[in-house]
């Protein structure tokens, strides 16, 4: 069975950091586009990052653009998602999905794979 599992959230203060991770089982994700989304509490889920499947290509959204770091693993079968200058606007359940292609797509309707969430606080 495959799944993902993500770690590593918690409760931070306003100007912290946090990293993510993601760890894959039953198969190997080489050749999938791993992402990282996030929903907050009454939004909708919003795509946060995104990294092809040979990991020279990351894309992230505007509001995390320059803090946030999105990065891969193939030894470990894990993605991982490296959080800077925290801010209140962070807090939500982070998810980890995983897509069967090449290429990051922001529509989390386009990915095939989920994990179970881990939650983000980050107080003022």
């Known amino acids: 069975q495959t799944q993902l599992h993500e770690a590593g959230g918690g409760l931070m203060q306003a100007g912290g950091s946090l990293t993510l991770s993601c760890a894959a089982s039953?198969?190997?994700?080489?050749?999938?586009?791993m992402a990282w989304f996030r929903q907050g509490h009454g939004k909708e889920r919003e795509f946060v990052a995104g990294?092809?499947?040979?990991?020279?290509?990351?894309d992230y959204a505007d509001s995390v653009k320059g803090r946030f770091r999105i990065s891969r693993d193939y030894a470990k079968n894990t993605v991982y998602l490296q959080m800077n200058s925290l801010s209140p606007e962070d807090t939500a359940v982070y998810y980890c999905?995983?897509?069967?292609?090449?290429?990051?797509?922001?529509?989390?309707?386009?990915?095939?794979?989920w994990g179970q969430g881990t939650q983000v606080t980050v107080s003022s």
């Open positions: 999905a995983a897509r069967n292609n090449y290429f990051v797509r922001y529509d989390d309707e386009d990915y095939e794979y």
């Open positions: 039953g198969r190997t994700f080489t050749n999938n586009v």
């Open positions: 990294i092809n499947w040979i990991g020279d290509v990351t």
